[in-house]
């Protein structure tokens, strides 16, 4: 593909639209799919727990447990976004109703439309992100400290994060058969969430080095330590370069992977 | 003119023991309805997967409307329309949308692709569903918009791959003439089917494929003639005999005399006194029915194949 002709963007373009409509019907189960877990664990951990006496510490003394999180949680909404919002319905576009044919069969070579579902993954990943954030600063009852120390970081990192999300949603929609849809939950969203350094800074595992660097086979834990370093850089967190280019690196990565799986799926 | 198809030395090989089109040629000409007649498995959805850039050729060359299906894809895809075997509808559009969002991946911008869909729907009696659901439209409804939506880029060929396939007489019926009105408008039809009265009565010439290769090609009642004779009887028999095919076929007027399971089947070339000599020369055979009629599709398959198209 050496030129991307107009009617290309046209085509893609009408996809986005479709994407759009589809998900303003949908809003309102977008948002509880985004909110329901962020908002329990923040109610929880944030909320009943100080209340109830007890305490969760998992950063430097005089930080709330809820500033720690906040990033993270951000960080997780994006993700889960980005796989139930591409690799769910591809999943099933692509293995039970074929219903991916007519976009397959549009003017515009196929691997652009799995790209779009990559862009409009990432598309969905930002809304998350933005409808997660206040409602994790609003709901804990303990001060949560949030500061944006650098605006250009805080763009790359929610641009590249939700990048690597439809990326991920896009080569997990075209591998994972309808049939293990659930299945994917367990073995894929469950150990990536908690093993993302989410619920905790990721320089806090240094006990544990086995796992500091096992995890860091993990896309989310660069998307959590890089919100992380936009939104509470008092907290440990890595430096810039290791989780830009991680990200850098997991969108074109899982993306190259779903592209090529897209064309084999649709093209025998 | 240029052909709307043409398929040269088309193969396609999925594994080495499975050849699903095997060294096929063919051409399209425009503004014809082609018929591709065969059984399941004889190659013809691979044909139109290839055809319509959905399958990548092994070895071979197809053009749609001169234009490569390997060299530019979306060129090609451009300038056709497909209606699969299957309900590929976007079921979370409702009909309206489905035609609309077409409009708008073929690159009309939102007014014309606004006007164009309140045309289809208008064309294809579909306003008063425009507002559904795929999953709440009957099967030959969702065939009905997949046509709109096929067309709506006013396409220069339409692929109809077994397009009445599970659908209920009625609906087939509605259907045959929905692709009868779209030959007016000067658009070229492929056609695949297992179906031979749909072969029959919609396509102005077609093609009867069985296992990837090209068996006969004709209009239809060229096919017929090609069977070589004017009637053909079918004798019910209890204890059909070689020796009995051997006495029938040397009948007057009989050309061929071939054994079923059930009976003897006799080509003949005119059936002026053959019933009752025939009749007399089965006696104590078990003659228990009869049937005459006249060639069909389906006798054209039979003598090529040895075989029934029945599935």
Known sequence: MTELPASYLASFWGMILRDLAVLRRGFPQFITRTVMNPLLFVFIFTYVFPHIGQQIQAGPAGVSYATVVVPGLVAVGMVFQGISAVALPLSMELGVSREIEDRVLAPLPVALVAIEKLVFGAVQGVVAGAVVFPLVMVIPAVPVAIHVASWPLLVSVVLLASLTSGALGLALGTIVRPQHIGLMFAVVVVPITFLGCVYYPWALLHPLPWLQGLVLLNPLVYMSEGLRAALTPDLPHMPAWTFLSALTIATVVLGTIGVRMFLRRTIA | MTAAVRVDGLSKVYSPDIRAVDGLDLEVRQGEIFGLLGPNGAGKTTTVGVCTTRVRPTAGRVLVCGVDVQADPPAVRRRIGVVTQFNTLDRACTVRENLYYHCRYFGLGRTDAVRRTDELLGQLRLQERAAMFPAQ??????????????????????????????????????????????????????????????????????????????????????????????????LHLERPSPELVERLAALPGVKEARLLPNGIRLFATGRDGLLPRAVELTQGAGLHDLRVTEPTLETVFITLTGRELRD
Request: hydrophobic share 45%; net charge negative.
């Open chain 2, 137 to 234: 439209l009957s099967g030959g409804l969702a065939q009905r918009v997949q046509i709109a939506r096929a067309i709506a880029h006013r396409p220069e060929v339409l692929f109809l791959d077994e397009p009445s396939a599970g659908l209920d007489p009625q609906s087939r019926l509605a259907l045959w003439e929905l692709v009868e009105g779209l030959r007016t408008s000067g658009l070229t039809v492929l056609l695949t089917t297992h179906h031979m009265e749909e072969a029959d009565r919609l396509s102005d010439r077609l093609a009867i494929m069985d296992h990837g290769r090209l068996l006969a090609i004709g209009t239809p009642a060229e096919l017929k003639r090609q069977v070589g004779a004017a009637t053909i009887m079918d």
